[in-house]
């Protein structure tokens, strides 16, 4: 992220500047998951003889791994709230909450993958595997660059407090988040559930 | 798994052609390193240039390696017309089928992405944030992070000449000729790369811009008063904004096809190809039109500078770009039509294609209408423009016919198809390029260029254009497709080839022209040197800067009271108010841009030669540096009043 | 003097360009403007109406480009109307024309659409031929059904009847094109497209690939004959006595890459041989 140190006549403009930026590339990540849902669409109902959606999907598992991140997801808009009002420390527990179930969430869903490639699902069997791979392990991606992210922000603002720079900065990270729980909505809803349907 | 991946020595095996291109590559950049080193500049170069992150100096930086690029697309096209020229019969011609195949998809991939994205982000650099009165982009960093992706994705073109094979299967890849099965080897890999790479840049770049135009104009520039350039900037990276992702999204998917064996592209498995179709032209098409919609800006800036008149119907203009915007997002379908849709469905996309002639059509009698009741000087670059108008008007209308179903089924694929896309992308995108380049070009370097070689180069790229390609619209017509290494012989299709190397070799030597005017306006600067900067009597604000502009652009950020902001002023006689001089904060130069390229760089090919190990290290090596940047506290300066005094005092002077 | 001899020397060179042109287009076979199908004519039909209709837009833009650059060039005194920038008729004219332009082409679009879609069965009383084509690496395989004999590119049916054209490709995506006839519609693996056509006359055809589809696609050049129907019924008996089998063996041998393959006839196919082709890239016929 490009910012400026604070100065008397651009502060605000930084700030709205990086933000607004922000939301621009989130539209584009929007796009980039619009592109691979496209491709799912296309594909979901071509496994080739291979194991099927009702077959490999475990729907409880699905549900659950919603329920964590919609929670991570409140809890990140927390620590939003707490950051801006420049508390440090309930930005950083808040932020650690949600990291935490980050990592339960990525846990639970290489868990699916290796259950899918162990009923001999893998990403190379077919169409609809190749791309549910590709759906998810896309969301699975970014959110590995999420969890990175909060620790890397983090280590300053645990060290040197919050500063505007780490504000702006956290702010991305927290809209990125719920980004991330929108994508997150859709693949729920067209791949699990509309899958078992 | 071998420590270099699939890298052998039978990478470096080509036939005597590639050899002497690879040859003249590595020579020529050897000569410009020898030369560089020996002039002691590699300091002057790293800190003026490669770690600038002045829109200014970046723009250039983009122009300059599109100009190479340019020179090499040419050549490919040169020797495309001399193999088709001769390739008839019992004569295979001089290249063999897989080279010659190489060499138009790079010839489409040069063209497009290195040359029409690279002066397009150029043009945009240079003179967008000056003409809505900014010192910068948004982005400083980002614009130049975005400039080095750019050049990385480039270098693959050149690469791949040396080291292994690019790909053979048009510039648009389509699987499964694309995918594994028919092409394991390197070439695709090459071309995900280089467009993924560079793609990544041109995203960013439309984040940047955008952010730049709604957030950073100065202050009375409504958007209602902003120079029709920058309202087509505006859509052109919307553009860039919608479309590009998708872009990424499916090169990405036939990179897991190939790298990971997945099967959404393959022709069994249950993948299909027919949706990389779909997903690459619902990107190419908004492409294309990302392509020409700054083109149309140029136009609109130069023609009523040249006609010494006000631009014609100014909100016609801007309604018309925005029209054109949305509809380029309906209508992709069109690059397909054979591909068997049915007939409700091509009429919709046919019908949504051809609507976009209309705020077309209404752009053109704009600007000719601009010239009405005006005094027209023909000028270097409103040479440019009557020339597009002949050009891109044919090219357009018989985009039009093709945009009728029942039509272009006997023409798409043809050589028809290659007349009218190379009429609007070269009438369209590149007069507009060169129409900008010489109306920019004292703005930015302080000195003019030679108009009477400018004119000539002209001459012959209008002329050598149509002898170049008018007969290919009947070549189409006879029944020739495109991208063939051989024909057969007595059709009566030679003598149009023949005809159309002759017009090759008249746009080369247009070309030449060029490069002529280049070194005699640089040999001669001190003689031409543009000491008001304002030479042509301009009406945007990039023309009240001395030229070439300080690197902070305004001493004082400009108040807009209307559209033609500096026109106005102009005429107002107003004197320039003698404000106090302030600090100016400006962002640091910064190396963030060039290690970030040459990572992908690396990256990049080590994935097309399956060296995992390096690509990983490389892809972290990114992210180490992302990193390192959010812990640099110094990242911009403040320019101090006196200096700005003492530099515009300076330049006042002169 | 000099403006007038360069304007003198520039339209005598357009004459004669023009000149060349249509001596070359008259001695030339251009066939898809000198169609023999009944699709194709149709086709070269909306080149015609489409282009008039846009020339009267263009004509006036090219005409108005010439007759402003002239007229208002500096220096010889023209009316100066420096801020003059504004007519509402002048832009209802050009927002309205081509608007009216364009909902007759789009009728027109949509019209022709439906009349030229090549999955569109041509009805003429006569029964149809049917002939399967497949695209292979870089040759073009005829399978006759009905007859029971294939050809490797050559074609041949009766004039004046309607030919069906079924087509895959056990090959990358190409595209099978017979200019003079009608358009083209892509062969993809895996699946099926189809082509209706008709010739008006006999003749011979020129047919190719009009996709790249690798190394030898330029080759993949086919000829097609429209005969009179007892030259047909008597080709085909041809093809039949000719002795080839093309077993599903031999056929697998004709899959592998070759270019510029000559003529090729079979005078016993193996059964259902397209449907086995297609069947490959199904699960039951996956043998991998």
């Given amino acids: 992220m490009n910012t400026h140190e604070v100065s008397p006549d651009t502060h605000h403009d930084v700030y709205s500047k990086t933000v607004f930026g922000f939301w621009l590339y989130l539209l584009t990540d929007f796009m980039l998951f619009a592109t691979i849902f496209a491709a799912y669409s296309v594909l979901s109902g071509n496994h080739f003889g291979g194991p099927t959606q009702k077959q490999l999907f475990n729907l409880d598992h699905a549900t659950l791994q919603t329920v964590i991140f919609l929670i991570s997801t409140f809890t990140v808009g927390i620590a939003g709230v707490y950051t801006h009002r420049k508390k440090r420390g309930g930005a950083i527990v808040f932020f650690l909450i949600s990291f935490v179930l980050g990592i339960v969430f990525l846990g639970m869903e290489l868990h699916e993958f290796s259950h899918f490639i162990a009923a001999g699902s893998g990403w190379k069997k077919n169409a609809f595997a190749s791309s549910f791979f590709s759906l998810v392990g896309m969301f699975v991606l970014h959110l590995v660059f999420a969890l990175l992210w909060v620790i890397v922000l983090l280590v300053p603002v645990f060290r040197f407090g919050i500063t505007a720079r780490s504000v702006l900065r956290l702010t991305c990270l927290k809209m990125f988040w719920q980004f991330l729980s929108i994508v997150w909505a859709f693949i729920y809803t067209i791949v699990y559930l509309l899958g078992i349907v | ?282 990107w190419g098409h908004p492409e294309v039109y990302i392509l020409v919609l700054p083109a149309f800006g140029i136009f609109s800036e130069v023609v009523p500078v040249f006609s010494h008149k006000k631009l014609f119907g100014y909100t016609s203009m801007v309604w018309a770009i925005a029209v054109i915007t949305f509809l380029s997002f309906i209508v992709w379908l069109h690059h397909f039509f054979t591909m068997g849709a049915g007939a409700n469905v091509n009429a919709f996309f046919g019908i949504m294609t051809m609507v976009i002639a209309i705020p077309t059509g209404v752009k053109v009698f704009n600007w000719l209408f601009t010239m009405y009741r005006g005094k027209v000087t023909f000028t270097t670059p409103m040479l440019w423009f009557m020339g597009f108008i002949f050009i891109f008007v044919t090219g357009g209308m018989t985009g039009v016919m093709m945009a009728i179903p029942g039509i272009d089924f006997q023409v798409h694929n043809s050589l028809f198809l290659i007349a009218h896309f190379h009429s609007v992308i070269i009438g369209g995108v590149l007069f507009g390029f060169f129409s900008g380049y010489s109306y920019w070009f004292p703005k930015f370097t302080g000195f003019r260029l030679n108009e009477k070689l400018g004119k000539y180069a002209f001459w012959f790229w209008f002329v050598g254009f149509i002898v170049a390609f008018f007969p290919l619209y009947l070549l189409g017509f006879m029944g020739a497709t495109r991208r063939m290494n051989h024909y057969p012989a007595g059709n009566g299709w030679q003598p149009l080839f023949i005809v159309a190397s002759i017009g090759a070799f008249l746009i080369l030597i247009g070309v030449l022209f060029q490069a002529a005017q280049l070194y005699k306006s640089i040999k001669e600067r001190n003689q031409n040197k543009d000491t008001t900067g304002d030479p042509w009597n301009g009406r945007a604000l990039e023309w009240s800067t001395a030229s070439p502009p300080p690197f902070y652009n305004f001493a004082h950020l400009p108040e807009v009271h209307s559209r033609d902001a500096f026109w106005e002023l102009k005429k107002s006689k107003k004197d320039i108010v003698k404000r106090k001089y302030e600090d100016i904060h400006m962002p640091k130069n910064s190396m963030v841009g060039v290690n970030i390229g040459i990572l992908s760089c690396v990256m990049g090919f080590a994935l097309v030669w399956h060296i995992f190990w390096l690509a990983a290290i490389t892809f972290i090596g990114i992210l180490i540096a992302l990193i390192a940047r959010l812990f640099v506290k110094e990242t911009d300066y403040y320019v101090k009043a006196e200096e700005v005094e003492q530099i515009e005092t300076r330049s006042r002077a002169t | 003097m000099k403006r007038a001899f360069k304007i003198i020397i520039i339209t005598l060179l357009i004459i004669a360009v023009g000149a060349l042109t249509v001596y070359f287009v008259s001695t030339h076979n251009i066939p898809v403007l000198e169609p023999k199908g009944l699709i194709s004519v149709k086709e070269r039909e909306l080149i015609i109406t489409s282009s008039l209709l846009m020339l009267i837009v263009v004509i006036p833009v ?141 003749g011979e055809f020129e047919g190719r690939s009009a996709n790249i589809s690798g190394k030898g696609f330029a080759g993949m050049i086919f000829k097609a004959v429209a005969s009179n129907k007892q030259d047909f019924q008597n080709w085909v008996q041809y093809v039949k006595s000719s002795g080839k089998e093309l077993s599903w063996d031999i056929y697998t041998q004709l899959v592998e890459p070759s270019e510029y393959n000559d003529v090729e006839i079979y005078g016993k196919i193996e059964d259902q041989l397209f449907d086995q082709i297609l069947i490959q890239y199904m699960p039951e016929g996956n043998k991998k």
Avoid at chain 2, 170 to 175: F, I, K, Q, R, S
Avoid at chain 2, 204 to 209: A, K
Avoid at chain 2, 239 to 249: C, D, E, M, Q, S
Avoid at chain 3, 77 to 87: F, M
Wanted: aromatic content about 14%; proline content about 5%.
């Fill in chain 2, 1 to 282: 798994m071998s420590l270099f991946g699939r890298l052998g020595e039978h990478a470096l095996k080509h036939d005597w052609i590639e050899y002497a291109a690879g040859v003249s590559i590595v020579g020529g950049a050897l000569v410009v390193i020898i030369l560089i080193t020996y002039l002691k500049k590699w300091g002057w170069l790293w800190r003026e240039w490669f770690t600038s992150v002045d829109h200014k100096k970046i723009g250039i930086m983009y122009i300059v390696f599109s100009a190479i690029q340019l020179a090499k697309g040419l050549i490919d096209g040169l020797m495309m017309r001399a193999q088709q020229a001769t390739a008839s019969g019992d004569c295979m011609g001089y290249l063999g089928a897989e080279h010659f195949q190489q060499i138009f998809t790079a010839h489409g991939v040069t063209m497009i992405f290195f040359v029409g994205m690279g002066v397009v982000f150029g043009i945009i650099n240079l003179v967008l944030p000056l003409q809505i009165g900014a010192r910068d982009v948004a982005f400083p960093l980002l614009n130049s992070i975005s400039f080095w992706l750019f050049a990385a994705g480039g270098l693959y073109i050149f690469i791949s000449l040396v080291i292994g094979v690019f790909a053979g299967t048009g510039w648009t890849a389509y699987p499964p000729l694309a995918g594994l099965k028919y092409n394991p080897g390197v070439g695709v890999d090459y071309w995900l790369w280089s467009i993924q790479i560079s793609g990544a840049g041109s995203l960013l770049s439309g984040i940047n811009f955008l952010v730049t135009i709604l957030k950073m104009r100065c202050p009375g520039m409504k958007l209602m008063r902003m120079p029709v350039f920058v309202w087509a900037t505006l859509a052109t990276v919307v553009l860039v904004i919608f479309a590009f992702p998708i872009l990424t999204g499916t090169i990405g998917m036939l990179s897991t096809d190939r790298l990971l064996d997945t099967k959404i592209f393959t022709a069994d498995y249950g993948g299909n190809p027919m949706m990389y179709i779909n997903l690459i032209w619902a």
């Fill in chain 3, 62 to 202: 090219l005409v108005l480009a010439v007759v402003f650059g002239w007229k208002y060039r500096e220096g010889r005194g023209s009316k100066h109307a420096p801020d003059w920038e504004h007519n509402n008729i002048a832009e209802c004219c050009w927002w309205g024309v081509p608007v009216v332009i364009i909902i007759i082409l789009a009728v027109i679009t949509w019209k022709t659409s439906h009349d030229l879609n090549p999955f569109k069965p041509i009805q003429n009383g006569t029964t149809p031929v049917k002939i399967q084509a497949v695209a292979l690496d870089w040759k073009w395989l005829f399978i006759y059904p009905d007859q029971g004999i294939a050809t490797v590119n050559y074609v041949q049916f009766p004039e004046k009847t309607p030919i069906d054209f079924v087509i895959t490709a056990d090959a990358p995506m190409n595209s099978f094109w017979i200019p003079q006839l009608g358009g083209q519609i892509y062969a993809m693996p895996a699946m099926t497209t189809s082509i209706h056509l008709l010739a008006n006359e006999t």
